[in-house]
């Protein structure tokens, strides 16, 4: 009923930018506790960034002051603008949010590279 609709991955090359877009659809009036997951080959996923209710931002330290997570509750929307982008940050990146449960959106490859 609730499906998470993932866009804005692709190929730059280090020191660009990119901005991820999540929105969410289906039975539900409002979104939630929202966030952006990661995961590189061979590595473990790992939290980049989430955004709450309320606005509370968190980042993982590799992140902090590249990226930016956003939310636009009358669109169902969030975001992730990526500056500064290291072939590091390669990986496909998740789309998440907690509403009651947790929804998982399909991944989108990022990929930094010259």
């Known amino acids: 009923q609730v499906h998470l609709v993932e866009s804005g991955g692709g190929l730059v090359q280090p020191g660009g930018s990119l901005r991820l877009s999540c929105a969410a659809s289906?039975?539900?009036?409002?979104?939630?506790?929202m966030g952006w997951y990661r995961q590189a080959p061979g590595k473990e996923r790992e939290l980049v960034a989430t955004?709450?209710?309320?606005?509370?931002?968190d980042y993982v330290d590799s992140v902090k002051g590249r990226f930016a997570i956003s939310r636009d509750n009358a669109k169902k929307t969030v975001y992730l603008q990526m500056n500064s982008l290291k072939p590091e940050d390669t990986a496909v990146y998740y789309c998440?949010?907690?509403?009651?449960?947790?929804?998982w959106g399909q991944g989108t490859q990022v990929t930094v590279s010259s």
């Open positions: 998440y949010m907690f509403l009651a449960s947790e929804y």
């Open positions: 289906g039975s539900i009036f409002s979104i939630g506790r």
């Open positions: 955004i709450s209710i309320g606005y509370r931002t």
